[in-house]
């Protein structure tokens, strides 16, 4: 793979991104948000991210998972993607994740405000059985008509008598030792926690592909109230696609 900024250079890219330093705020996690678009600003076709994909992209998007402690994901993505349990990382990905002293896999977490999710599916049904399962955060009365579903499959957490949002979300990620927070969207909760000023790092894939149409499937869906600060801190380049980090200016 090739990294064209900030210098022309042959690189690794498991090297590469497990090199780079994501500290952890007293209170919360580091929260990076990797995401795919296309070149016209669609981030899906058909329905799915996967349209867009290719196999430098696939690389690119496990080597970012196995950064994790936790994968954050809304209830929208979770389905039209039909989210399968994590994989376990291989060879040197899991050598830097012993080092960094991670769980084998990375835990999911799912901001579901009405709990409108299959239980049989494979996120659930498919969890490997050394591995804490998938958390969700839904409201106290999606709690109540729905929890019965995922007593067995599932760790489910609202607040009572308090509002659901991504703030209390990532705080409460950090309890559940995500030091490292991964977000794979969608454009809703991409919107809100950067709203809330909780992405510290944008990794993003620039499919070469055009889809085409009125309204994109925008990266975020609702507009912040002034525009957030980024700094390039990569470029990858690997069969046409382009892999961008951007760090959040503090």
């Given at each position: ?52 994909s290719g196999l430098a992209d696939k690389n690119i998007y496990q080597i970012i998972r196995g ?71 839904t409201k106290s009365e999606s709690l109540e008509e729905n929890a019965s579903k995922f007593l ?80 390039v801190d990569r470029i990858l380049l690997e069969e046409e696609f382009l892999f961008c980090r ?5």
């Amino acid at each position: 793979m090739k990294q064209i900024f900030p210098e022309e250079i042959e690189v690794d890219p498991i090297t590469v991104y497990n090199s780079d330093v994501r500290t952890p705020f007293k209170t919360r996690p580091w929260v990076l948000l990797n995401m795919v678009n296309s070149v016209d600003g669609f981030v899906s076709f058909e329905g799915r991210a996967g349209g867009l994909s290719g196999l430098a992209d696939k690389n690119i998007y496990q080597i970012i998972r196995g950064l994790a402690d936790i994968i954050l994901v809304g209830a929208g993505t979770v389905r039209s993607e039909n989210y399968k349990a994590p994989k376990t990382p291989q060879g040197r990905l899991a050598e830097f994740r012993e080092s960094r002293g991670q769980e084998k896999r990375p835990r999911i977490a799912v901001l579901s405000g009405e709990l409108n999710l299959n239980p049989d599916m494979g996120l659930f049904a498919e969890r490997h059985p050394e591995d804490k399962p998938p958390l969700i955060y839904t409201k106290s009365e999606s709690l109540e008509e729905n929890a019965s579903k995922f007593l067995l499959s599932s760790e489910i957490i609202d607040f009572p008598e308090k509002e659901l949002t991504v703030s209390r979300v990532v705080s409460d990620l950090f309890k559940q030792d995500g030091k490292i927070v991964v977000c794979e969207g969608g454009p809703n909760l991409n919107a809100n926690l950067l709203a809330a000023g909780l992405i510290d790092e944008f990794c993003l894939s620039v499919s070469p592909r055009a889809v085409g149409g009125e309204d994109p499937a925008a990266f975020l869906n609702n507009p912040v109230n002034s525009p957030v600060e980024l700094t390039v801190d990569r470029i990858l380049l690997e069969e046409e696609f382009l892999f961008c980090r951007y760090l959040t200016v503090r």
